[in-house]
């Protein structure tokens, strides 16, 4: 796989720097129901004749074209890569062997630098989620969603960050990084706190990251860049998925979430675009993998 398309950001413009000379001075950045979706084809023109740069990589979660992997996963997959994506990031494997998910990214030159995993599959095998990650080549285990009933009190949110360090700890030693995936529940005050709030400070940074999903994070209210300052090297992973004017997920460049602003204003080592549930999957991700093509950061 491609260790030379997933190279971090300010590697990626030292590069630049060094091939073309000119002086590049931007650093970069870049779920799970939704009400309503918006899926218009144009992509709006976000490009920037002030940055000669671009995202390094730019890649996908797999979620977004479930409906379509469920009928035909190879072909989903070649669709992906046709499109141009760099990397993927799984959301379950579709009854395939690690060995089979291993040859299809090859056969496709795709990256997977990560893998959604559900947290009652943590608790139950943690070695063999542990030994498929290394198999497949995956950098980060992701817990992507909690269940209502593990989130009804803070004392929910401080168990689960034990649990959440337990596991991380074990990645740690085993060569990979666990993160957690936000949603907008977990920014609703319990007795004055917010719950995420609990999930960083009662976990170690380095043993449990967290994978920014900016639509979630701005439908919630909160301050992203504020997050994202107050706590450097916790976000190598972000979701990118756009906000339309009613309030639904929308293609990126067809909403109103500034991406340019958060991506210069960051360090995000890997752009996973996403939406929940879009009406037209294949022709969503080929809107946002335009958008983010031209975007210059």
């Given at each position: 796989?491609?260790?030379?398309?997933?190279?971090?950001?300010?590697?990626?413009?030292?590069?630049?720097?060094?091939?073309?000379?000119?002086?590049?001075?931007?650093?970069?950045?870049?779920?799970?129901?939704?009400?309503?979706?918006?899926?218009?084809?144009?992509?709006?023109?976000?490009?920037?004749?002030?940055?000669?740069?671009?995202?390094?990589?730019?890649?996908?979660?797999?979620?977004?074209?479930?409906?379509?992997?469920?009928?035909?996963?190879?072909?989903?997959?070649?669709?992906?890569?046709?499109?141009?994506?760099?990397?993927?990031?799984?959301?379950?494997?579709?009854?395939?062997?690690?060995?089979?998910?291993?040859?299809?990214?090859?056969?496709?030159?795709?990256?997977?630098?990560?893998?959604?995993?559900?947290?009652?599959?943590?608790?139950?095998?943690?070695?063999?989620?542990?030994?498929?990650?290394?198999?497949?080549?995956?950098?980060?285990?992701?817990?992507?969603?909690?269940?209502?009933?593990?989130?009804?009190?803070?004392?929910?949110?401080?168990?689960?960050?034990?649990?959440?360090?337990?596991?991380?700890?074990?990645?740690?030693?085993?060569?990979l990084q666990f993160a957690y995936?936000?949603?907008?529940?977990?920014?609703?005050?319990?007795?004055?706190?917010?719950?995420?709030?609990?999930?960083?400070?009662?976990?170690?940074?380095?043993?449990?990251?967290?994978?920014?999903?900016?639509?979630?994070?701005?439908?919630?209210?909160?301050d992203l860049l504020d997050y994202?300052?107050?706590?450097?090297?916790?976000?190598?992973?972000?979701?990118?998925?756009?906000?339309?004017?009613?309030?639904?997920?929308?293609?990126?460049?067809?909403?109103?979430?500034?991406?340019?602003?958060?991506?210069?204003?960051?360090?995000?080592?890997?752009?996973?675009?996403?939406?929940?549930?879009?009406?037209?999957?294949?022709?969503?991700?080929?809107?946002?993998?335009?958008?983010?093509?031209?975007?210059?950061?």
């Amino acid at each position: 796989m491609r260790s030379n398309r997933t190279m971090n950001r300010r590697q990626f413009l030292t590069t630049s720097v060094q091939a073309t000379g000119f002086l590049c001075a931007g650093m970069g950045l870049a779920a799970c129901t939704s009400d309503s979706a918006d899926d218009e084809t144009t992509a709006a023109d976000t490009s920037s004749a002030a940055s000669p740069a671009s995202l390094p990589a730019i890649g996908l979660q797999l979620y977004t074209i479930r409906s379509v992997m469920e009928n035909d996963f190879r072909g989903a997959m070649e669709q992906v890569a046709t499109i141009g994506y760099d990397e993927v990031e799984f959301a379950g494997y579709y009854d395939r062997t690690p060995d089979e998910i291993v040859a299809l990214l090859n056969d496709l030159d795709l990256a997977s630098p990560a893998t959604h995993i559900p947290l009652q599959r943590i608790r139950e095998a943690p070695d063999e989620v542990i030994q498929t990650a290394k198999t497949i080549g995956h950098q980060y285990v992701v817990c992507p969603y909690l269940a209502e009933s593990e989130r009804t009190s803070l004392d929910n949110y401080r168990s689960l960050a034990e649990d959440f360090s337990t596991f991380g700890e074990r990645c740690t030693e085993a060569g990979l990084q666990f993160a957690y995936h936000n949603h907008d529940f977990e920014f609703v005050e319990m007795n004055g706190t917010r719950p995420y709030d609990v999930l960083l400070s009662e976990t170690d940074p380095e043993h449990v990251k967290m994978e920014l999903d900016l639509y979630w994070v701005i439908e919630a209210g909160q301050d992203l860049l504020d997050y994202i300052g107050q706590n450097p090297g916790r976000y190598p992973l972000c979701h990118v998925k756009d906000r339309g004017p009613n309030g639904g997920m929308t293609p990126v460049g067809n909403g109103t979430i500034d991406f340019a602003s958060i991506f210069e204003a960051a360090n995000f080592q890997h752009y996973f675009v996403e939406h929940d549930n879009p009406e037209n999957p294949m022709q969503s991700i080929e809107t946002s993998h335009r958008t983010l093509q031209t975007l210059k950061i």
